[in-house]
């Protein structure tokens, strides 16, 4: 009969009394148009009759949860459809009503269903609900854009507190499911390019349309943690961790384009507070699953951890790398794009290969260590660059000095690792020196020789022969030192 109600399309007038006064005025809802108020006159009836008749066979049943879900559900689905067929789904303050007096009654029928003669958890549970749901369809009526998702977030803390009294099952799942469609309506919206986000910055649409479903997850997640921690306390954790992160990247685009979220343009300044922001997000994440035991929040930070990476490698040292791509980093030095793109992330990589070696695994400290390497030669053989050119790297003529340089700088950072290894005692904090010595020294030898000239080249021969023969002094000293035995004296 319902489902009849649901696909029933009135065309034109009812020959009937009602449908007559209607036409008159004397029953006209408000906001319904006339070809529509028989049918929304029916619909209500029909919901009277399912709320009421459920609520009072109460006593009289044994499954009284369903009952009481189908008497809370049907009202509710009812007002949608009208509301959908007589606004097409445009804002109205009368409907808003109507489902807020329809919240009311629910919460009254939840209420008394404490009583003896028709309560059960299932019955106050399943009336709980719906009137949370009400009240949120409610909002959604009143409210446009983003504001049903973040009216069913918020439905989810209610959940969650009723939850907390009540312990029913069934409401876990019911807050799984809404914070499915919650994160996939997030997730994958296409909607977004028509919301009026405006153009300032942080304090924009975005935070009701992404950080307030994010917070109503977190919240719920933690609530719902106190009584069990199962499957929707993780799936919950691992919502809000997504939309965060969403909301934290997309509030970075909307900045750096001056507004428009919908820019295309994506250039080196974003990507590299993008790839930083990840990398912070990350540490934070596994930090804070580690604290508190939260194995879906060191997972999240791993995850977002290996994105950062390949984001950094892709799109910042491969094919957006300035030394390529005519990108004006900055002219100040230290102070400019150079610095935010590859020094502070190799803050982060380095710190993620210690913490990695710390617990055992080798393999992602290898993998962060040599991040960490390869961005600490890559700041600084392009900070010298920009000293040399200034804040437009490709192009010019490279002189002399600046070739050295480039020498020097590699085979100081060669030595300060390998220095590094003695007090750290890390057999591959060394080969990480010695690589880069050894690619200091093979630049020295293969084409400094040949490109420098004069003062510049023999000081480049005296100070690569000096650090080899240093090398070699700290490896026989400290790597290899000489065994100490004494032979045994011959019997006489």
């Known amino acids: ?86 606004t097409a789904m445009e804002t109205s303050m009368e409907w808003g009503l109507v489902a807020g007096l329809v919240a009311g009654l629910l919460a009254y029928a939840a209420s008394t269903c404490r009583a003896h003669e028709r309560g059960s958890d299932g019955a106050v549970g399943a009336y709980a609900t719906a009137a949370l749901a009400a009240l949120s369809l409610g909002l959604a009526m009143v409210l446009r854009d983003a504001w049903l998702t973040a009216s069913l977030s918020l439905l989810l803390v209610g959940i969650a507190w009723i939850n907390a009294s009540l312990a029913l099952p069934l409401l876990r799942w019911v807050a799984l499911l809404i914070a499915g469609i919650v994160t996939l309506r997030l997730t994958f919206n296409p909607a977004l390019m028509s919301y009026d986000i405006s153009i300032t910055p942080i304090f924009n649409f975005l935070i009701y349309a992404y950080a307030l479903p994010a917070a109503a997850m977190a919240v719920t997640a933690t609530w719902m943690r106190r009584h069990k921690d199962d499957l929707v306390v993780q799936c919950l954790e691992a919502g809000a961790a997504l939309l965060f992160t969403l909301f934290v990247s997309l509030e970075i685009h909307h900045w750096i384009s001056g507004g428009d979220l919908f820019s295309e343009r994506y250039e080196f300044g974003e990507r590299a507070i993008q790839t930083l922001t990840w990398l912070a997000l990350s540490f934070f994440y596994y930090r804070l699953g580690q604290r508190h035991g939260r194995s879906v929040l060191t997972y999240a930070g791993e995850i977002l951890r290996w994105l950062g990476l390949a984001h950094l490698l892709l799109a910042q040292l491969l094919f957006g790398n300035p030394l390529f791509v005519p990108t004006f980093v900055g002219d100040l030095f230290f102070f400019n794009l150079l610095t935010l793109a590859y020094l502070a992330p190799a803050l982060f990589t380095g710190l993620y290969s210690i913490t990695a070696k710390e617990r055992g695994d080798r393999q992602t400290s290898l993998w962060f260590g040599g991040a960490t390497l390869g ?99 700290l490896y026989q000293r400290f790597v290899f030192p000489p065994k100490s035995s004494s032979a045994p004296e011959e019997a006489q």
């Open 1 to 86: 009969m319902v489902l009849t109600l649901l696909l029933w399309v009135p065309i034109g007038a009812i020959p009937f009394e009602l449908s007559d006064a209607a036409s008159r005025g004397a029953l006209s809802p408000p906001g319904v148009p006339s070809e529509l108020q028989f049918y929304t006159w029916v619909l209500a009836l029909f919901a009277l009759a399912y709320a009421g008749g459920g609520y009072w066979a109460l006593p009289e049943v044994s499954n009284r949860g369903l009952w009481a879900s189908v008497s809370g559900t049907v009202p509710i689905v009812l007002l949608a459809v009208v509301y959908w067929r007589s």
């Open 375 to 473: 961005l600490l030669l890559t700041f600084a053989t392009l900070q010298i660059r920009q000293v040399f050119q200034g804040g437009m790297l490709p192009g010019g003529t490279t002189s002399d000095m600046e070739w050295y340089v480039y020498s020097i700088v590699w085979l100081l950072i060669g030595l300060g690792i390998f220095a590094l290894s003695f007090y750290r005692g890390g057999r591959d904090l060394r080969l990480a020196g010695m690589v880069v010595i050894t690619l200091a020294t093979t630049k020295g030898f293969l084409f400094d020789m040949a490109a420098l000239t004069g003062f510049l080249r023999a000081i480049s021969f005296i100070g690569f022969g000096g650090a080899l023969i240093g090398i070699g002094l």
